[in-house]
């Protein structure tokens, strides 16, 4: 895991220096990302909300507080997974991000992803699945399947603010997460009985 922070580190100080777009003008903290690549599963959200700009952390309001109730539910430790959003900084009001600033933070994504080389990503919310998987199908259509990124499985669910507002999605949302676990498992043990080393 310390080979994983090292790598990141140097993506991490180039995040918190960045001002390509006018969210540097209002942020309180770039919100990189968090957690460890253990369990091969990187979750991707949308952007920072107050609570995540307040502590530079991903997912730590009370979505987040979902997200961890959901991944116990799952039986997935938050500490053997990556949190981390398209958008590093937070839109102003909780705005969704514009096209041109998913565009201008996607290399840091980009590179996350390249060096934490999950086994599966987990997309929440209909925002972050379209960065990874463009197209207009809606959220009802996309989930429930295992889709493909860079060659990467990819899970797609519900954001957990949206089973906020809609607590009937949950039952749905823990089926996902549960695929995503299914499948990292899957993937481990094929890489460990004679896959890649």
């Not at 460890?36 to 507080?65: C, H, K, M, T, Y």
């Not at 949190?83 to 991000?97: F, H, L, S, T, Y």
């Not at 992803?113 to 086994?119: D, G, H, M, Q, V």
Request: charged residues 20%.
């Amino acid at each position: 895991m310390a080979a994983v922070e090292a790598a990141l580190s140097p993506i991490a100080a180039q995040a918190a220096r960045c001002t390509a777009c006018v969210l540097a003008e209002t942020r309180t903290n770039v919100v990189f990302g968090s957690g460890s690549a253990r369990s091969g599963i990187v979750f991707i959200g949308e952007a920072p909300g107050a609570n995540e700009d307040a502590q530079g952390l991903p997912f730590v309001g009370r979505s987040g507080q979902l997200l961890d109730r959901l991944l116990a539910e799952t039986g997935i430790a938050r500490s053997d997974v990556y949190i981390c959003n398209v958008v590093k900084c937070r839109p102003p009001g909780n705005r969704d991000p514009r096209p041109e600033e998913a565009v201008t933070c996607a290399p840091f994504l980009r590179a996350q992803l390249e060096t934490l080389k999950p086994r599966v990503l987990c997309a929440l919310g209909l925002h972050a699945t379209r960065w990874l998987l463009p197209g207009k199908e809606p959220m009802a259509k996309l989930r429930g399947r295992v889709l493909e990124y860079r060659a990467i499985p990819t899970i797609a669910t519900y954001h957990p603010a949206a089973i906020l507002r809609s607590p009937g999605l949950k039952a749905n949302a823990l089926a996902d997460l549960k695929r995503a676990r299914a499948l990292a498992d899957d993937i481990a043990a094929h890489e460990s009985g004679g896959g890649r080393h």
